[in-house]
């Protein structure tokens, strides 16, 4: 299941940095996949979305960064969503190594 939704989330970011109108909503959905496979157990597929979004947001996209730029609640939404799939992958691996003792 998390390959599966690892795997989703990759592809929305993927998807996004062709579909420039719709980047910051496909980053948003993208990003809390990325939570729900890191939650899950994933580790490479979530972690190459936040790459991979990262760079669209940043790099890539134009139009996204001029909307990041113009409004405070896309700006604050998007950042609490890296913040919770960052948190989300620290939390499923701090879990792991607990387990693992």
């Known amino acids: 299941m998390r390959k599966l939704i690892g795997s989703a989330a990759f592809g929305t970011a993927l998807m996004g940095v062709f579909m420039p109108l719709v980047t910051i909503y ?3 959905l993208a990003l809390t996949l990325a939570a ?3 939650l899950l157990g994933g580790r490479l597929l979530p972690v190459l979305t936040l790459l991979v979004c990262f760079a669209n947001l ?3 996209s134009p ?4 909307l990041l730029g113009s409004g405070v609640y896309s700006l604050i939404t998007t950042a609490v969503l890296f913040l919770i799939a960052i948190g989300a ?3 499923s691996w701090r879990l792991k190594l607990l387990g693992d003792e």
């Open 26 to 28: 496909m980053v948003w």
């Open 63 to 66: 139009v996204s960064t001029a």
């Open 58 to 60: 940043f790099f890539f």
């Open 36 to 38: 729900v496979a890191g």
């Open 89 to 91: 992958l620290v939390l």
